[in-house]
């Protein structure tokens, strides 16, 4: 199939590739355009795979003021060089982070952080509400992994849906930013303020 410069660009307008990744993807799946969005995709995840060990000492601090200064938010982005950090993307990024992180007030970036008395807490009162349903213990066990399972999956940064696209994940959108940065790109930490909250 001929592949056109027309089709090339609404590739890249799709998925922010390269001109000539978008061009090789298109020849890779016959001028596919939906197959060809896939495979840039994986190829995005196989870069964000390879990067991951990668250090991060670049970056910025982006914030968000909300509300008439009575919510703001600091997140700290990091990257690879400062040559990144300086792009319209990544900042572009980090505001979208910013302002999600006022919208929906996540607890930690990953699992790993979410405080171990706020987990226990949760799980008490899955095993109270549990308990009192009396449903046998085997299905009582599966009820609590799986509330726990959502209830981390709500609180956690990386696995919440974006607040301006609830089809995809921070993690989805964190991910196709390395691919298309072609660098480690990782989300250090992040402090929500709001007035006469704690």
């Known amino acids: 199939?001929?592949?056109?410069?027309q089709m090339v660009k609404d590739l890249r307008d799709k998925t922010a590739a390269g001109m000539m990744d978008c061009k090789k993807a298109?020849?890779?799946?016959n001028g596919d355009m939906e197959k060809?969005?896939?495979l840039l995709?994986?190829?995005?995840?196989?870069?964000?795979?390879?990067?991951?060990?990668?250090?991060?000492?670049?970056?910025?601090?982006?914030?968000?003021?909300?509300?008439?200064?009575?919510?703001?938010?600091?997140?700290?982005l990091n990257c690879e060089t400062d040559f990144v950090a300086k792009t319209e993307d990544f900042r572009g990024f980090a505001r979208d982070l910013a302002m999600h992180i006022a919208?929906?007030?996540?607890?930690?970036?990953?699992?790993?952080?979410?405080?171990?008395?706020i987990v226990s807490r949760e799980k008490e009162i899955?095993?109270?509400q549990a308990l009192e349903s009396g449903k046998p213990e085997s299905i009582v066990e599966k009820m609590i992994a799986g509330k726990m399972e959502?209830?981390?999956?709500?609180?956690?940064?990386?696995e919440q849906k974006f607040v301006k696209d609830p089809d995809r994940s921070i993690q989805d959108l964190l991910?196709?930013?390395?691919?298309?940065?072609?660098?480690?790109?990782?989300?250090?930490?992040?402090?929500?303020?709001?007035?006469?909250?704690?």
């Open 150 to 158: 959502k209830y981390l999956a709500e609180i956690c940064l990386l």
């Open 41 to 76: 995709r994986q190829k995005g995840l196989a870069v964000a795979a390879k990067r991951a060990g990668r250090a991060t000492s670049e970056g910025v601090i982006e914030t968000y003021i909300h509300a008439g200064g009575k919510l703001g938010v600091m997140v700290e």
């Open 175 to 198: 991910t196709e930013l390395v691919g298309k940065m072609g660098e480690n790109i990782s989300i250090k930490r992040f402090a929500r303020f709001q007035v006469g909250v704690e």
């Open 26 to 29: 298109l020849n890779e799946t």
């Open 1 to 5: 199939m001929n592949i056109t410069s």
């Open 103 to 117: 919208a929906v007030s996540p607890v930690a970036v990953t699992r790993e952080e979410v405080p171990a008395h």
């Open 126 to 128: 899955y095993i109270q």
């Open 36 to 38: 060809a969005v896939d």
